[in-house]
């Protein structure tokens, strides 16, 4: 089979038990002792309970791996292929031409493995536009979609169908299955007996093949990682991370591929998440009074305190005033010798205060930067200035967990998780 001219996607189709996991695992497996982790590489989508394709995950071709069982997880993958393939066409515009692979240098050819293709569908419906995407663009830019179902009648739309030309039918129940994907009723034909008999229908015509299980498939990945070192073909970067652990500490920036080291006008205070990957959270000491909304009992203090000691430790006049909830109440702060108002003013100093909310904060007047700590409460975390996107996609338990914020600044609001010294601090 060659997806690349038959495809360039495809349909596994078959019953329970008639061994669609197991020629997924064939199939990638002669892949990836045909073709080096720079010639191509793989992203699994198993929703299967990762129960199939697993297994496959320590091949060095692996761009990301997961399944039902971590839902976010899983949305982080499926926008991670939309970025992916969003910056393939920008590459592809940069450099006039039609289809990635002209180009001397082109990135590898990325296979997308999805198992139990209906429970995608299911779980997270929001998110098929996504693969829509990758199924009418991936020709021309190196992405190809495998999606393995029980009834593709019903659970694959017409227009993924109209680009996936390469069709597996194993054992299907009725002929009416068999011949919606192969154009012949022979894959109801197969015996319950033989698992991993299946039919491609290859040039207009239908062709039988065997599937053997792989012996020892861990043995082989060894071996496949083996010969990628000695021809130099480290792993290569994943498209996409967990999501944010809810525990950050300074030794575990590097594990995170998070550069600590901050220059003279900024201080990390945390990694940030941008939806499938981590970077680092600065606070810029140029920009203004930072305002962090919290309630009680939340971390506000320790932030505050951490700011503060960054802040003097690179060598810049700061400002803390904690719970300035009254400080900030108009009659108070018009007041001539209101601290904060003039702490505010003075642009030589950091000003860092803290409010339980945001009700008497003016933007940009009082603070140019916001570090929220959502409250659980919807409407008092949209009016502190969460976006509804954001409560949208995360569970409150989420948001609330201890170190959990939401950065604004500039007109962007990111999900940061703050780092913990080991001292509690």
């Known amino acids: 089979m060659d997806i690349d001219s038959e495809g360039p996607h495809a349909i596994v189709a078959g019953t329970t038990g008639s061994g669609k996991s197991v ?98 569908n299911e779980q997270l419906p929001g998110y098929m536009d996504r693969l829509l995407r990758v199924a009418s663009l991936g020709r021309s830019l190196g992405m190809h979609l495998v999606v393995c179902t029980q009834n593709p009648m019903v659970e694959i739309n017409a ?11 194993l054992r299907v129940q009725d002929a009416m299955q068999s ?68 525990d950050i500490d300074k030794d575990e920036l590097s594990c995170m591929h998070i550069d600590a080291c901050s220059d003279a006008s900024r201080i990390l205070i945390g990694v940030a998440d941008t939806g499938v990957s981590f970077e680092p959270a600065f606070i810029d000491l140029c920009a203004g009074s930072v305002a962090i909304i919290a309630p009680p009992h939340r971390g506000a203090h320790t932030l505050l305190e951490r700011i503060r000691r960054e802040a003097m430790r690179h060598g810049t006049p700061v400002d803390c005033f904690p719970d300035a909830d009254e400080a900030l109440e108009p009659m108070t702060y018009m007041s001539g010798d209101n601290a904060l108002q003039l702490s505010i003013a003075d642009t030589s100093t950091l000003t860092v205060f803290s409010l339980r909310t945001s009700r008497p904060l003016r933007i940009p007047d009082h603070a140019s930067v916001r570090i929220v700590f959502a409250c659980g409460d919807r409407n008092a975390d949209l009016a502190d200035g969460i976006p509804a996107a954001m409560l949208a996609d995360h569970a409150p338990s989420e948001l609330m967990r201890p170190g959990r914020a939401v950065l604004l600044e500039q007109g962007r609001a990111r999900l940061i998780q703050c780092i913990r010294d080991r001292s509690g601090t």
Request: aromatic residues 6%.
């Open 23 to 120: 020629l997924l695992q064939c199939w990638c497996l002669a892949l990836a002792v045909t073709y080096p982790p720079d010639r191509l590489g793989f992203v699994f989508l198993d929703f299967k309970g990762g129960s199939a394709l697993d297994c496959l995950a320590a091949l060095p071709h692996v761009r990301g791996c997961v399944n039902d069982l971590d839902l976010s997880y899983a949305s982080r993958a499926l926008r991670a292929l939309e970025d992916e393939l969003s910056c393939r066409e920008h590459l592809a515009a940069r450099h006039h031409v039609s289809d990635i692979r002209q180009l001397p240098d082109a990135p590898a050819q990325l296979m997308i493995v999805v198992d139990e293709f209906h429970m995608l």
């Open 159 to 169: 227009s993924m169908k109209a680009n996936m030309s390469l069709r597996i039918c």
């Open 179 to 246: 011949q919606e994907m192969i154009g012949s009723a022979l894959a109801s034909t197969i015996p319950a007996d033989c698992p991993g008999t299946a039919v491609l229908n290859h040039e207009g015509e239908c062709v039988i093949l065997q599937c053997l299980q792989p012996s020892n498939i861990r043995a082989l990945t060894v071996q496949i990682h083996q010969s990628a070192r000695f021809f130099g073909q480290t792993n290569r970067a994943m498209l996409f991370t967990p999501p944010l652990p809810s």
